[in-house]
Nanobody
């Protein structure tokens, strides 16, 4: 069982930056592939980024085209934390952001993820 808690959301102007954090409970954090998803207002949840578990390379990453080059996912296994650095934010990045964990592989399908956080709101003003 893994419990995930996100933090770091807030209100930022277009072009600004935010860093989201997701801290996991338990001692097996490094064995999980971690992902970030988001749900814009009135829309379905969508994939943002994922990072491999330590038993893979631990540094392999995967991004949605819409955030590639602007967002960076990273992890600190000693702190049981995964991060999402978001730069050059746009109004269309406004959403509730969720982190998620699973052991299957470096995937983008939300249905593959077993554990989810409660979400953190990110609002980008124009």
């Amino acid at each position: 069982q893994v419990q995930l808690v996100e933090s770091g959301g807030g209100l930022v102007q277009a072009g600004g930056s935010l860093r989201l954090s997701c801290t996991a409970s338990g001692r097996t954090f490094s064995t999980y592939h971690m992902g970030w998803f988001r749900q814009p207002p009135g829309k379905e949840r969508e994939f943002v980024a994922a990072i491999a578990a330590n038993r893979w390379s631990g540094s392999d990453t995967y991004y949605a085209d819409s955030v590639k080059g602007r967002f960076t996912i990273s992890r600190d296994n000693a702190k049981n934390t995964v991060y999402l650095q978001m730069d050059s934010l746009r109004p269309e990045d406004t959403a509730v952001y969720y982190c998620a964990a699973q052991i299957s592989g470096l995937v983008r399908r939300a249905s593959e993820y077993d554990y989810w956080g409660q979400g953190t709101q990110v609002t980008v003003s124009s």
